[in-house]
């Protein structure tokens, strides 16, 4: 793609060089265009075999080796390294500190230095630090650990959302990126049905099963990083599943994208600037603290509060987070795809984040057990489709692809900030009633609603600014940076 900064057309308009004009935006299709648009959804499709899944499962391979610590807490880790006092929550945290550092630099250089070198090689590091986590013998060991993990696994989000933004079309974009989330929700499932599988090798060869809970994660995760060496393609000129007919394709959507995405990779400092003074990436950002909070405090700590604090044994505890993380992912999967089929993207996350309050508010009431376990349904049916939601709101409405990389930085380095929290809310010596982290995260929640009718109010407003500027024919001036604020950009709301 060429660089969005250089074209030759001045004005946003088509080829011709006419000023746009509603009646230019609103035209009807071909039959051409109908039989390209059935080439380029089957084309979708197969990217959705090829490209997608290998990015879910890097999500759900990362989130296991980071939420596998709540896990290995029910199972002794804690007595056997001798932690004391809050230093749970201290290895919780210290890996979203050294997340943040790595997430912002990532997100501006991973294009340039190439997607298919960069994910294996971190994919590979954060695998080793994860095995090598199961020979820890102490707190400085473990926080020493959580601080290459939080390095490596900050290097990644950024990597596969940026990934997907070069494959999809941000029309395409919001159910992909709903694809990482709801493998994030799988591997709570999937990391309960193993830590309840190696429950049963306690005592092998002398090891405890927390230890062999890291080790086999670990390698797991070296395993797949070799495998992406084949799996994630360069580009898609030498993808290996495309033929030369869905490259031409390919090629089209790549230059029909050029009006948001600059392609070149290399990002200047006005790219950053935009992104800076654009209220709207702090809007989303902050917002993100408040939901990355409730994500990363329910998915660390959803095994202790069940066995802590509604008084289920350590086997219980182990599989009753499958089916609440199941739940969330099917939740999340139905929101995403209704977001992206009727472009909308307010609406699901307005409707959803009050049952996430309800069932933080069930959780501070006194209630039966049972009742109490039915609340984490509803706070599983808001986190992630709340969190996801957010994240693809925004990049959706960033241009160019600088802006939107620079944007996306801005917003998951305050994500994290939210991932610092989570691990201090949720106090040891706090259960059985964790009354704080329930109270806090019901808190943010809120904040979070309240937070996206002022984004709407934020774009609705400036749509009305675009449409007047179609009214009287803008004519963008020539040498002029293209970007979000020009009227043939409009933003998903």
């Known amino acids: 793609m060429a660089d969005s900064d250089n074209r030759d057309v001045v004005s946003v308009s088509d080829e011709k060089d006419q000023p746009i004009t509603r009646e230019y935006l609103e035209r009807d ?6 039989e390209a648009k059935k080439k380029e959804a089957a084309l979708v499709r197969k990217l959705d075999c090829y490209v997608a899944p290998v990015m879910m499962i890097l999500m759900l391979i990362s989130y296991l080796d980071r939420g596998n610590i709540g896990f290995a807490a029910t199972q002794g880790m804690t007595k056997d390294i001798h ?29 340039r230095l190439q997607f298919d070198r960069v994910i294996p090689i971190i994919t590979f590091c954060w695998g080793i630090v994860c095995l090598c986590t199961g020979f820890v013998q102490s707190f400085g060991g473990l926080v020493t650990t959580r601080i290459f993990l939080g390095f490596f696994e900050g290097c990644l989000f950024p990597s596969m959302t940026l990934f997907l933004c070069n494959w999809y079309t941000r029309e395409e974009l919001g159910i992909r990126v709903a694809y990482l989330f709801i493998a994030s929700a799988l591997s709570g499932a999937f990391g309960g049905l193993i830590a309840w ?15 062999w809970l890291y080790v086999l994660e670990g390698i797991l995760t ?27 394709i390919m090629r089209q959507r790549a230059e029909r994208s050029e009006a948001y995405s600059g392609g070149s990779g290399h990002y200047s400092k006005a790219d950053i600037k935009e992104a800076a003074k654009d209220v709207k990436s702090w809007l989303h950002g902050c917002i993100q603290i408040a939901v990355v909070t409730i994500l990363y405090g329910f998915g660390t700590f959803l095994p202790i509060i069940i066995k802590d604090g509604f008084h289920y044994s350590t086997v219980q505890a182990q599989y009753l987070v499958i089916p609440v993380n199941l739940w969330g992912a099917v939740v999340y999967a139905i929101g995403a795809y209704l977001s992206d089929r009727y472009t909308t993207r307010f609406l699901p996350l307005i409707f959803m ?13 006194p209630v039966p057990t049972a009742v109490r376990y039915f ?22 409405n960033c241009a160019p692809d600088g802006k939107r990389a620079a944007s996306l930085g801005i917003l998951l380095t305050l994500t994290n900030i939210g991932g610092v929290v989570s691990g201090q809310i949720y106090q040891s010596n706090a259960a059985p009633g964790y009354t704080l982290g329930h109270a806090w995260s019901l808190g943010c929640l809120g904040v ?11 774009y609705v407003r ?32």
């Open 448 to 458: 979070a609603w309240c937070g996206w009718w002022v984004v709407r109010a934020l």
């Open 29 to 34: 299709e071909s039959p051409e265009d109908v």
């Open 375 to 396: 609340a984490t349904y509803l706070i599983a049916t808001a986190c992630f489709l709340c969190t996801g939601g957010n994240i693809t709101w925004l990049s959706a």
């Open 83 to 111: 932690l004391k006092s809050s230093q749970l929550n201290t290895a919780v945290s210290v890996f979203y500190i050294f997340y943040i550092l790595a997430e912002f630099p990532t997100s501006l250089l991973v294009k």
């Open 462 to 493: 400036r749509e009305g600014g675009k449409d007047r500027k179609i009214a009287e024919r803008y004519v963008r001036s020539e040498g002029s940076m293209y970007t979000d604020r020009e009227p043939d950009f409009r933003y998903q709301i």
């Open 222 to 248: 070296v395993l797949w990083a070799f495998g992406t060496i084949w799996l994630v393609p360069k580009s898609y000129e030498t993808a290996y599943f495309l033929n030369d007919a869905e490259k031409a």
């Open 197 to 211: 599988g190696i429950l049963y090798m306690d005592g092998v060869n002398g090891w405890s099963g927390w230890r």
């Open 353 to 365: 984040a009050p049952i996430g309050v309800a069932g933080y508010a069930i959780l501070l009431a």
